[in-house]
């Protein structure tokens, strides 16, 4: 599986791990693993281990946003390559999430 969930120990944030591709091809599983954490308010995506993100992923993260509430939920986007943070920074994510 390319993403994966996980709530810190004391419940306070989720962590979404994405694996390899970012893409249209995992739309359904990146869904499903903020959807089940609706009540949390804390989110970090991590990409660490993703080796390609398209604007399909860039519409995911904004999706993502729109359906948790914008402002009102904290989402970072951490661990990212160069490329990675290129694409994110050409596309001004870093004026609507945390990028580190």
């Not at 604007?55 to 729109?66: D, E, P």
């Amino acid at each position: 599986m390319s993403i994966e969930t996980k709530i810190t120990s004391d419940g306070s944030a989720v962590t979404i791990y994405i694996r390899g591709r970012f893409d249209f091809s995992v739309v359904n599983q990146f869904r499903e693993a903020y959807e089940a954490y609706k009540q949390k308010t804390h989110f970090y995506i991590d990409m660490r281990q993703t080796e390609h993100m398209d604007s399909s992923a860039l519409g995911m993260l904004l999706n993502m946003r729109s359906y948790l509430g914008s402002d009102a939920v904290k989402i970072e986007i951490v661990n990212c390559s160069p490329g990675i943070r290129k694409i994110l920074e050409i596309a001004k994510f870093d004026k609507k999430f945390a990028i580190s």
